[in-house]
């Protein structure tokens, strides 16, 4: 009887094995699946934004979308051959698109069931926002910490030169600022000048037939300092942040604090009272400030992080406020650094990535990364693609 009920019991447990074996198999392809599915979508992403570039021409597109989507696909992808579709509206800087595709995904398991795949689809709309006119005010930290060497070797040779290596950039004559170019050793300020003039020409570059783009140049100090007014003379705009100085060398004098939150209060009175259509009349305004984000004027103000009150007034106006940060470096042992930075060093980020428009806040520190952020702003600036769904 003993041995009649292990009998059983096994016979049961082999049983039971069969529908375990098969959840686990369908569990096993419905992951294949899913992830055949969001691969397939990825490329179809590619595909639809590379067809609608800036780049492509209008006759090219549906060539370059089926030409990306096939390039996105791994062998494996390619094997199960996933028909791709997608459909135009519009023409140059008004462009959009839906394409979809469709595949038979395989299955492992479940073709012990008779079902050997198992169809796979999606869809993205595109559109392209480019074109139009816009006017772009540049505000720009002419405060005595742009005057920082911009890289740890220029720190400790300008310290060399100059004695300290924080807030003593106006001295002179000359100004250390003098001294420093007279060395060769670049400074904040001329990363940020030579950084926001490839910004500039990179815009000017994709800059289409009838599209007015007006720039403004001003510095942020003890208060705006209007450098040059709102222009379309793409020359002497550059030429204004080509030779962009810091307040103390512009002023001849100790004009060199930060009182960021009044100067923005300010700057907000030259913007229009609602952001523009893109039309010549009404362009659309973009606001960037380039700022380490150290508010200081010898207790004329609180030290520490901007008030983000004028940012919130301004894109409440529906223009868009950039922000790049070019954050201090710590200058441990530095006596004014140690007194004014230090106590508010990890707020400046947060204020000012709150300043800013969703995803238009950029935080950089080295030369390379300085680069990087204002390429990513100048393609957003530029006009930008945006996937809709």
């Known amino acids: 009887m003993l041995r009649d009920k292990s009998g059983n019991v096994a ?18 392809d419905m992951t294949k699946v899913l992830a055949t599915r969001m691969q397939l979508q990825d490329a179809l992403d590619a595909a639809t934004l590379a067809a609608l570039a800036e780049s492509t021409p209008d006759d ?31 023409a140059g800087s ?62 400790d040779a300008l310290r060399k030169l100059t004695g300290c290596a924080f807030a003593c950039h106006m001295d002179g004559p000359p100004s250390s600022e ?28 994709v800059q289409l037939d009838g599209q007015v783009v007006r720039y403004s140049v001003s510095g942020m100090s ?14 002497m705009a550059r030429n204004a942040v080509s030779n962009f100085k810091l307040s103390g060398t512009v002023h001849n004098g100790w004009n060199s604090a930060s009182l960021l939150t009044p100067t923005i209060n300010t700057g907000k009175g030259t913007l ?30 609180s030290s520490g992080p901007i008030s983000n009150t004028p940012c919130e007034d301004i894109k409440a106006r529906g223009i868009s406020v950039a922000v790049i940060q ?10 004014a650094f140690e007194f004014y930075v230090r106590p508010h060093f990890t707020k400046l980020g947060p204020a000012l990535e709150k300043c800013a428009s969703p995803g238009m806040f950029y935080s950089a520190d080295t030369p390379d990364q300085i ?4 390429a990513e702003l100048a393609v957003r600036i530029r006009g930008a693609l945006r996937l809709m769904n």
């Open 326 to 335: 070019l954050r201090y470096v710590e200058l441990k042992g530095d006596g």
């Open 60 to 90: 090219k597109r549906e060539q370059v979308a089926k030409a990306t989507f096939a390039a996105s696909l791994t062998p494996e992808l390619a094997a199960i051959s996933p028909t791709f579709s997608i459909t135009f509206t519009g």
């Open 178 to 205: 003098s001294k420093a170019h007279g060395k060769g050793l670049k400074l904040r300020i001329d990363l940020m000048k030579q950084n926001v003039v490839m910004l500039m020409d990179t815009i000017r570059e």
């Open 272 to 301: 229009p009272a609602q952001n523009g259509d893109g039309t010549k009349d009404r362009p659309r305004n973009f606001v960037i400030i380039v700022t380490d984000g150290m508010q200081f004027d010898w207790n004329r103000i």
């Open 371 to 374: 680069k990087k952020a204002f």
């Open 222 to 235: 003890r208060t705006l300092e209007p450098r040059l007014a709102m222009t379309d003379d793409f020359t």
């Open 94 to 155: 008004e462009r959009s698109a839906v394409a979809s595709f469709s595949a038979a995904a395989p299955l492992s398991f479940a073709g012990i069931l008779g079902t050997e795949t198992m169809e796979v689809s999606g869809q993205t709309t595109a559109g392209i926002q480019v074109g139009g006119s816009m006017d772009i005010s540049l505000w720009l930290d002419a405060s005595a910490s742009m005057g920082i060497a911009a890289t740890e070797a220029d720190r």
């Open 11 to 28: 016979i049961m447990f082999a049983l039971s094995l069969i529908p375990l074996m098969l959840a686990i198999g369908m569990a096993v």
